[in-house]
């Protein structure tokens, strides 16, 4: 199942149990009702941003009054979340990078004796995959001593949590007990119903927070049918409309391919033979989206492949209850629909469809699996054009 | 491994009744010209048959409960389950059919804990999936909904291969691509979707090299997607020589997320992942030799070799059984062939056990029975029944039936459970010991042991006379010797625990069935799961209840009411 990022607050939870001293704030409410101790914080943001450090959004060594400022800052420029924990001093010759990844052959074990920020450009790394049955009984035999404790820790967290990636940037041996400095981890989405209530709050979104995405998100929370959304550009002219792992991927490659990366509004795709109900309801979240967006001349492209087995009609039925709600609206866009699909009572589902378009006059070409979607494409460019 | 594409008619095993994709598969079969289904069983439904159409006729596929029952040998598994039971059923099945070729796995979400656990487990076996819609070999095998449902390519896959193999990570167009294969004229020789997961259980690579070895295929068309670094694989395999038939290859996602991290369909497609965007792999590809293109209609233009579909292929697109032709029976029934069609007795055991005819052991053994069983005096509660409904002036059919609804565990209907327990126990090698422990523990009676009138002292006649009877001709009667053996022990604890009416018979019926009805345990099985033992107590009984009846009504007494010494108030 796909990978999801968990917020570093969350990952340091898991790993220690209840012993983690940080605290996590997604709002300048929360840090305003927050009452830090005396001490010494660093901040972070925390939705998932890799190399933060270069980009600035790690601070060290503060004040507890400076890493409130800190943490506001950080909130209204570019986090959605925002982690504080104590800042420990040590020497920094003694960073070492570890990351461990779930692959086919066994897990990918890279070691550096240099960590920190710039491990990428060091030549000290070193890979060595452990055999899933080795890994199974803790036989670490393949990897440097020093590094096998630490391994093992990572291993029990991996365990328990169905994590299929863990980097820790930079660890350091303070005495014997490893200080974990940063802490990033994929989970296989799997085993997130698995893991407290609490963290599914967690699980990095990396999405632009539009309000469609959210909409789509909590739909496919409550279908057995599979819905996604990513918005790319809110106010771009085309927005797809798509089914199909496979066949949204081949859609969007044919519209990049006649040069319009740059008018496209969304990624999405709905599969797994959802109900009419179901795709009415992400039908509206999309026209919702399109309806917003400030684009002069708008396109929605409909299209799949041939289908196995979602009944097209009752897909189409979901996308045409929509419209109707929507109708008045629509008709005063500048708008044109471009229809491509085929699957189990195609025919009648591509009639109807063209059949309502045209009697509420809203501009539209249908076609059935006959046209690729290379042709369909064209004409979406040569509309735009 | 070596006929795994060409075996003529491989058979298939479903776990889960999906019925539109094994519905596709029956048409599949029936198009290519088979004289029954590759779907030789279906676990899951909770029911013993299920219905599909073969061409225009109605088939029943058997449904089993677990896959320990299943009686057929099959190649193939087609693996419907949950994710969460996914790896589960693919253990069992290879464990259980240890020669079979291999599986599709059809869920979605599996973890990828499963997936490698399945990949290093079953290793030697070739399996599609996890996701993705499966195999299809033309002429030969359709495991899973590729190829589509009714209507659609079937009629152009069904009958024969090709020399095109279709390697596609995605379940929607691996369709798409057969169906440009067969525009331009040709047929695949197999047509895969592997999956959009991280670690499909056979890799493309895997694939790839089946596609090698297979005499028929002469070309690859292969289908990828951003994420994972399968291609890299591939293109290291085609510098060495491994791979050395022609590749045409599109990777499909190019939109340029700029780094950003994106999940595309399927969990592989993840975009802001190092060098795993579809751009990066292409190169790859090409730099090892493989045509890949840059984008989609390029690809299919290779395919499609300009040549289009001919006029007669367009007009039998379509598989020319339409649905409407199907009018789905209510029931299913079988005709009675009986050859006893004059002699009574032989004549019901022909139609309960659905044979032609039986043996003159059982026949002459159930004429006694049924003799012994027609009236039990007036006591019994189903006899008592019949008598109150009657002299409420009801009817014959509602006098009989409150009588029927007497009949159960306690009452005349334990020779069914009995017969399980005899059939369990032999089989198994139970001790009587363990037996009678096991009981005790689950704290429950054995069923055909004890009476409420009869013991040791005042034995049942009837069971005397039965156990004769049966001794005269059985040979071995272990399931008697076996019930005999317990009674001698549960007499010892108490005299009324003797071997009842149910339980003798149950066991003489199980000895004749197997001596001389030479009925597998399989079929044994089933008539428990039918409840066909309970028929010998019903069938002689309801003569019993009939009689009553009729002699209630010749007296007619009038309202039966219940006189006031015979209730207790607390």
Not at chain 1, 219 to 239: P, R, V
Not at chain 1, 318 to 328: M, P
Not at chain 2, 105 to 112: A, D, R, T
Not at chain 2, 480 to 497: G, H, P
Request: overall charge negative; aromatic content about 8%; some cysteine.
């Amino acid at each position: 199942m796909a990978r999801v990022i968990i917020s570093e607050y969350a990952a340091k939870s898991l790993l220690t149990g209840g012993a983690y001293q940080g605290v996590s704030v997604s709002s300048e409410q929360e840090l305003a009702e927050l009452s830090l101790g005396e001490g010494r914080y660093v901040v972070k943001a925390d939705n998932g941003t890799k190399k933060r450090g270069k980009q600035g959004l790690v601070k060290l060594d503060l004040t507890r009054e400076e890493a409130v400022v800190a943490a506001r800052d950080l909130l209204r420029s570019t986090a959605s979340r925002i982690l504080i924990e104590p800042f420990y001093l040590y020497d920094k010759a003694a960073e070492r990078y570890i990351s461990l990844e779930l692959t086919r052959a066994g897990v990918r074990v890279i070691t550096n004796n240099q960590g920190g920020v710039d491990v990428e450009s060091t030549e000290t790394v070193a890979t060595t995959v452990v055999s899933h049955q080795d890994f199974k009984t803790r036989s670490f035999y393949s990897l440097p001593t020093d590094v096998t404790k630490v391994v093992e820790g990572l291993a029990d967290f991996i365990n328990e949590t169905g994590a299929v990636f863990v980097e820790v940037n930079p660890y350091v041996d303070i005495g014997g007990d490893i200080l974990c400095v940063d802490f990033a981890v994929e989970i296989d989405s799997h085993y997130i119903n698995r893991l407290p209530t609490w963290v599914h709050d967690h699980v990095q979104q990396n999405k632009v927070g539009h309000e469609a995405e959210a909409a789509v998100a909590k739909l496919d929370d409550e279908s057995s049918a599979t819905f996604s959304l990513t918005m790319f550009d809110k106010d771009a002219a085309i927005f797809t409309l798509l089914s199909g792992g496979g066949a949204s991927l081949v859609t969007i490659d044919e519209l990049v391919s006649v040069g319009l990366q740059k008018d496209i509004a969304n990624y999405g795709e709905y599969s797994g033979a959802p109900t009419t109900d179901e795709t009415a309801r992400y039908t509206d979240a999309l026209i919702k989206a399109l309806l917003s967006s400030r684009a002069p001349k708008k396109a929605l492209v409909i299209a799949g492949g041939v289908a196995n087995f979602t009944d097209i009609h009752i897909t189409f039925q979901g996308i045409t209850d929509s419209f109707t709600k929507h109708l008045s609206v629509l008709q005063d866009q500048n708008l044109q629909v471009f229809v491509r699909r085929g699957g189990p009572n195609q025919t009648i589902a591509l009639s109807r469809l063209e059949h309502f378009l045209a009697e509420h006059d809203i501009s539209h070409q249908v076609h059935g699996p006959a046209k690729s979607f290379s042709f369909v494409a064209d004409q979406v460019k040569e509309y735009l054009s | 491994m070596n006929n795994l594409l060409t075996k003529k008619d491989p058979t298939i095993l479903v776990v889960g009744l999906h019925e539109r994709i094994i519905q596709s598969i029956l048409d599949f079969d029936y198009v290519k010209g088979t004289s029954k289904p590759s779907v030789v069983g279906v676990i899951g439904g909770g029911k013993q048959s299920h219905k599909f159409w073969f061409g225009d006729t109605e088939v029943l596929l058997p449904v089993y409960r677990d896959m320990q029952s299943v009686v057929a040998k099959p190649d193939w598994l087609l693996n419907l389950a949950s994710a969460n039971s996914a790896k589960r059923v693919t253990d069992n099945f290879f464990s259980q059919f240890k020669n079979a070729f291999g599986a599709h796995i059809f869920c979605e979400g599996l973890s990828e804990q499963d997936a490698l656990s399945i990949i290093n487990t079953h290793n030697s076996k070739v399996i599609a999936g996890p996701s993705g819609v499966g195999l299809l070999v033309p002429g030969h095998l359709k495991l899973g909904a590729i190829g589509g449902i009714l209507g659609g390519n079937i009629n152009h896959v069904a009958k024969k291969r090709g020399d095109t193999a279709v390697i596609c990570s995605s379940g929607g167009m691996v369709n798409e691509l057969v169906d440009s294969v067969l525009r331009a004229g040709g047929v695949p020789s197999f047509a895969v979707s592997f999956g959009g997961d991280r670690f499909p259980v056979t890799s493309p690579l895997e694939w790839f090299l089946l596609a090698e070895k297979d005499e028929a295929t002469r070309q690859i068309v292969y289908f990828g997607e951003l994420g994972g670094d399968d291609e890299y694989v591939i293109a290291e395999a085609i510098e060495k020589g491994v791979i050395t038939k022609p590749v045409s290859a599109y990777i499909a996602g190019r939109y340029d997320t700029a780094g950003k991290r994106v999940q595309f369909g399927h969990a592989k497609a993840l975009a802001g992942d190092g060098k795993t965007d579809a751009v990066s792999k292409t190169a790859r590809l090409q730099s090892a030799g493989v045509t890949a293109s840059s984008s989609y209609r390029d690809f299919i233009m290779r395919i499609n070799n300009c040549k289009f579909m001919t006029k007669e292929m367009e007009d039998s697109r379509d598989f020319d059984l339409p649905e409407t032709a199907r009018k789905q029976s209510l029931f299913t029934a079988k005709k009675d062939e009986s050859e006893h069609a004059d002699d009574f007795v032989p004549h019901i055991l022909s139609v309960l056990l659905e044979k032609k005819s039986v043996s003159s052991e059982l026949s002459n053994f159930a004429n006694k029975s049924f003799s012994l069983l027609i009236d039990h005096g007036v006591q019994p509660s189903g006899t008592v029944n019949t008598m109150i409904t009657a002299r409420a002036g009801r009817d014959m059919s509602s006098a009989l039936a409150s009588a029927v609804l007497t009949v159960g565990d306690r009452f005349g209907g334990a020779i069914n459970q009995s017969a399980k327990t005899w059939f369990d126990a032999v089989n198994n090698n139970t001790g009587v010991e363990d037996l009678l422990e096991d009981h005790k523990q689950a704290g429950r009676p054995v069923m055909g042991i004890g009476h409420k009138k009869y013991s040791v002292e005042n034995p049942d006649t009837r069971v005397t006379e039965l156990i004769n009877e049966a001794k005269s001709v059985l040979k071995e009667a272990k399931y008697l010797t076996y019930a005999l053996a317990v009674e001698e022990r549960t007499i010892q604890k108490k005299s009324s625990l003797i071997l009842n009416v149910d339980g003798a018979l149950a066991a003489i019926l199980l000895d004749l069935l197997s001596e001389y009805e030479e009925m597998s345990h399989e079929e044994i099985e089933e008539l428990f799961t039918i409840e066909f033992f309970n028929s010998f107590f019903l069938i002689p009984r309801t003569v019993g209840f009939i009689s009553t009846f009729l002699g209630q009504k010749r007296r007619d007494e009038g309202l039966f009411r219940l006189p006031d010494d015979q209730v207790h108030y607390l």
